[in-house]
Antibody, heavy 123, light 107 residues
Framework: EVQLVESGGGLVQPGGSLRLSCAAS????????MSWVRQPPGKGLEWVSA????????YYADSVKGRFTISRDNSKNTLYLQLTSLRAEDTAVYYC????????????????WGQGTLVTVSS | SYDLTQPLSVSVALGQTARITCERS??????VHWYQQKPGQAPVLVIY???NRPSGIPERFSGSHSGTTATLTISRAQVGDEANYYC??????????FGGGTKLTVL
C-alpha cells in the first residue's frame, strides 16, 4: 500500500524557518515526481512546489520562490520542504502528494496524498 | 494567472444527481482531475484525465468536459458524498492550478 506521512510542522515566528518531511513507502520512490500542496485554514488548495523523480528538476509557485526549497533523498524514501522567511500567509496544512511519472508533465495527476502537517506562522 | 472557476456550493437531494462545474476559457484542451476532500481529511482523487475513475471510486462518479466547462457528476448522491470537491489542471506557465472548491450538500 502506498503511504505518505508528513512531519515537521509546528508554530514558528514570522521570519523563521522550518523543515517539513514526507516519508514514503509502498512504491519505488525514485520513480515518481512529488509535489507539496498547501491549504490555509478554511480555504482551498494551493500548489507550492514539485520535484522530479531523480531530484534534478525543481519547480515552485511564485508565492514561495526564493523562500522555500524542495529536495528529496531517494536512499531514505523521503521528500523535504525547507521553509524560510516565513510569513503569516504561509500558515496552512502542507500535504505531500505523489505524481504518476518521474518526469512532470500535463499528463500527470496527484495520487495519493499524505495526511498533512500544520504550519502556523505567528508571533 | 490561470484561474479555474467553481461554484461555492451545490445542493442535491438524496438519491438525485449532482453536477459540479469547473470553468476556464480553454479547459477543453486540458486534462482535468477532480479531488474529494472531507472535513479533516486529505484530498482523494476521484476522477483523472477528464473521465477516468481510480480503482475504489464508485461508478456513481463520472467526469466530462468540453469547451469552457468540465463537469463532475455524482449520480444517486449519498450523505457520504458530502465534501468539498476541487478541479485541477496543469498549466505550462503556472504548473498545478486548483479551482476554488465546491461544497456539496446532500439534503
Amino acid at each position: 500500500e502506498v503511504q505518505l506521512v508528513e512531519s515537521g510542522g509546528g508554530l514558528v515566528q514570522p521570519g523563521g524557518s522550518l523543515r517539513l518531511s514526507c516519508a514514503a513507502s509502498g512504491f519505488t520512490f525514485s520513480s515518481y515526481a512529488m509535489s507539496w500542496v498547501r491549504q490555509p485554514p478554511g480555504k482551498g488548495l494551493e500548489w507550492v512546489s514539485a520535484i522530479s523523480g531523480g531530484g534534478g528538476a525543481t519547480y515552485y509557485a511564485d508565492s514561495v520562490k526564493g523562500r522555500f526549497t524542495i529536495s528529496r533523498d531517494n536512499s531514505k524514501n523521503t521528500l523535504y520542504l525547507q521553509l524560510t522567511s516565513l510569513r503569516a500567509e504561509d500558515t496552512a496544512v502542507y500535504y505531500c502528494a505523489k505524481e504518476i511519472e518521474a518526469a512532470r508533465s500535463e499528463y500527470n495527476w496527484l495520487d495519493p496524498w499524505g495526511q498533512g502537517t500544520l504550519v502556523t506562522v505567528s508571533s | 494567472s490561470y484561474d479555474l472557476t467553481q461554484p461555492l456550493s451545490v445542493s442535491v437531494a438524496l438519491g438525485q444527481t449532482a453536477r459540479i462545474t469547473c470553468e476556464r476559457s480553454n479547459i477543453g484542451s486540458k486534462n482535468v482531475h477532480w479531488y474529494q476532500q472531507k472535513p479533516g481529511q486529505a484530498p482523494v482523487l476521484v476522477i483523472y484525465r477528464d473521465t477516468n475513475r481510480p480503482s475504489g471510486i464508485p461508478e456513481r462518479f463520472s467526469g466530462s468536459h468540453s469547451g469552457t466547462t468540465a463537469t463532475l457528476t455524482i449520480s444517486r448522491a449519498q450523505v457520504g458524498d458530502e465534501a468539498n470537491y476541487y478541479c485541477q489542471v496543469w498549466d505550462s506557465s503556472t504548473d498545478w492550478v486548483f479551482g476554488g472548491g465546491t461544497k456539496l450538500t446532500v439534503l
